[in-house]
């Protein structure tokens, strides 16, 4: 499947566990909404996604994208250590430029 490069990126950050270059794919002033909980900030962003490969050493397979103007879905199948593993999940992003403004992980 091919993916846009920034969404390639994110992916590959993911799987390489690097939450740095993870980060860098969201704006400043992004959200991200996951399990109940919120994010702001890229700082906000990279802790969060740190401390959840951390516990759960998680990778992402693309299954499915979907981009419509300022709004994309990524379906990933995503394996971990986690309790369901693997799970399918979906990623609802709102894009501000070329930068992810907003992601919401539902799964």
């Given at each position: 499947?091919?993916?846009?490069?920034?969404?390639?990126?994110?992916?590959?950050?993911?799987?390489?566990?690097?939450?740095?270059?993870f980060?860098?794919?969201?704006?400043?002033?992004?959200?991200?909404?996951?399990?109940?909980?919120?994010?702001?900030?890229?700082?906000?962003?990279?802790?969060?996604?740190?401390?959840?490969?951390?516990?759960?050493?998680?990778?992402?397979?693309?299954?499915?994208?979907?981009?419509?103007g300022?709004?994309?879905?990524?379906?990933?199948?995503?394996?971990?250590?986690?309790?369901?593993?693997p799970a399918?999940?979906?990623?609802?992003?709102?894009?501000?430029?070329?930068?992810?403004?907003?992601?919401?992980?539902?799964?």
């Amino acid at each position: 499947m091919r993916l846009p490069d920034n969404i390639a990126g994110l992916v590959k950050a993911q799987n390489e566990q690097d939450s740095t270059a993870f980060a860098q794919y969201f704006t400043e002033k992004a959200t991200v909404s996951d399990e109940g909980s919120s994010y702001s900030g890229r700082d906000e962003i990279k802790e969060w996604i740190q401390q959840a490969t951390k516990k759960y050493q998680m990778q992402l397979k693309p299954i499915h994208f979907n981009e419509d103007g300022l709004a994309a879905e990524l379906t990933v199948e995503v394996t971990g250590t986690f309790p369901g593993s693997p799970a399918i999940m979906q990623y609802h992003i709102k894009w501000d430029g070329s930068l992810i403004g907003s992601l919401h992980i539902k799964g």
